[in-house]
């Protein structure tokens, strides 16, 4: 008999927004990090929606280059790169511009 398959959203609930964005932080800095945590982090992890957009972009990176951004002009680039293309609402946009 084939067990059945678990599907639950995680969040990371139980950490407070300092935490969080310190997770932000290690994605888009450190690629040790970066690659002992591939497939485990999600942007919907996240409480705030610039966290998860950031982690996005810094998820993305990694899945190409295999290394983190680790520079704030690449990931600010690919930010400037996806508002242009429509791809951040203009709500989230603007908290992300807090962010950086």
Known sequence: MAAAA???????VDF???????IVAMLVRDNTFARRTEGLIKPSYFDSR????IANLAL????KYK???ADMHILNAMFVAAKRGGKV???VAAECEEVF
Do not use: C, S
């Open 60 to 63: 993305a990176y990694f899945n």
């Open 6 to 12: 678990i599907t639950e959203e995680v969040k990371f």
């Open 67 to 69: 290394r983190a951004p």
């Open 50 to 53: 610039a966290h998860g957009f």
């Open 89 to 91: 609402r203009e709500d």
């Open 16 to 22: 407070d927004t300092d935490f969080q964005l310190k």
